[in-house]
């Protein structure tokens, strides 16, 4: 556990975070990602593990992107992305944009 970036989160914790951040990912790619990006749901849908769901998001930012424009959809992925936080090895974890500012 402590690859994951905390020694305090158990196993099913850490699965119903994992899932929690999925069904939200899903919820914001919609029915438009449904019906037009059916490979992007899979992967989120399918993702095995927290990682896997973490580098979903480039491909979740443009579906996003598609349906609210990018100002919105960047606005959408950060929000998915703070819900990783004490989930992901240190080297995954997001670093300050520097578009952002």
Do not use: C
């Not at 349906?67 to 929000?79: D, F, Q």
Request: proline content about 5%; overall charge negative.
């Amino acid at each position: 556990m402590a690859l994951l970036g905390s020694v305090d989160i158990a196993p099913s914790v850490l699965q119903d975070r994992t899932d929690d951040i999925r069904e939200l990912i899903l919820d914001a790619m919609g029915e438009f990602g449904e019906k037009n990006y059916p490979s992007i749901i899979r992967r989120v849908r399918y993702a095995q593990d927290i990682q896997g769901l973490w580098y979903t998001r480039g491909d979740v930012m443009a579906v996003l992107a598609a349906v609210h424009g990018e100002t919105v959809a960047r606005e959408k992925l950060v929000s998915i992305t703070e819900k990783f936080e004490g989930l992901l090895p240190r080297g995954l974890s997001s670093r300050p944009s520097p578009l952002g500012n």
